[in-house]
């Protein structure tokens, strides 16, 4: 059971997005979205809001799009600001459930090549230090294809960069 929650896009694109996917072919309950709402996760009543209905749905994996969209004006390049606000997420993964921030990246320099670097990250590396896994996508524009790249595992088993393709 996935909570996606949208702080980027509002309800009409997700349900777009959602059509193009077919997410209705999914078991119902399976897949829930937190549209246009304004979520603070750095208010501690309202996280502990958000934690109490993730157990009480029973989800497995919480999806937030975008940090910056929820971190209620966090300032990123605070490394001791950035490292306490996703602290907190450690509650969440302890009790089982999966989260997964999605954030931007700063276009790459000109030396640097086109494979995304986990530096490419906006704000304070203690957002990478503060993860168990980093994967970066890449795509140009107007292609059904990405790259997948890990950048980190705290596995040990950092996979090689693959090849998607949308249909």
């Known amino acids: 059971r996935v909570l996606y ?3 980027e896009m509002g309800f009409r694109e997700i349900k777009r997005r959602g059509n193009l996917l ?3 072919n999914l078991p119902k309950g399976e897949l829930m979205f937190l549209s246009e709402h304004v979520i603070d996760i750095r208010d501690d009543i ?3 809001i958000l934690c109490d209905d993730l157990k009480a749905s029973n989800i497995d994996v919480l999806i937030v799009d975008t940090l910056r969209g929820v971190a209620g004006g966090l300032n990123e390049d605070k490394a ?3 490292r306490a606000f996703l602290q907190r997420f450690n509650y969440l993964k302890n009790d089982g459930i999966t989260v997964i921030l999605l954030d931007h990246c700063r276009k790459p320099l000109r030396n640097e090549g086109n494979i995304p670097k986990k530096e490419q990250l906006l704000g304070s590396q203690d957002k990478v230090a503060s993860s168990e896994s980093v994967i970066m996508l890449k795509s140009e524009p107007s292609s059904p294809v990405f790259a997948v790249y890990q950048v980190k595992s705290r596995t040990g088993v950092e996979l090689k960069p693959f090849l998607i393709q949308m249909d």
């Open 5 to 7: 929650v949208d702080a």
């Open 22 to 24: 077919k997410f209705n």
């Open 46 to 48: 309202a996280f502990e």
């Open 80 to 82: 001791e600001d950035v």
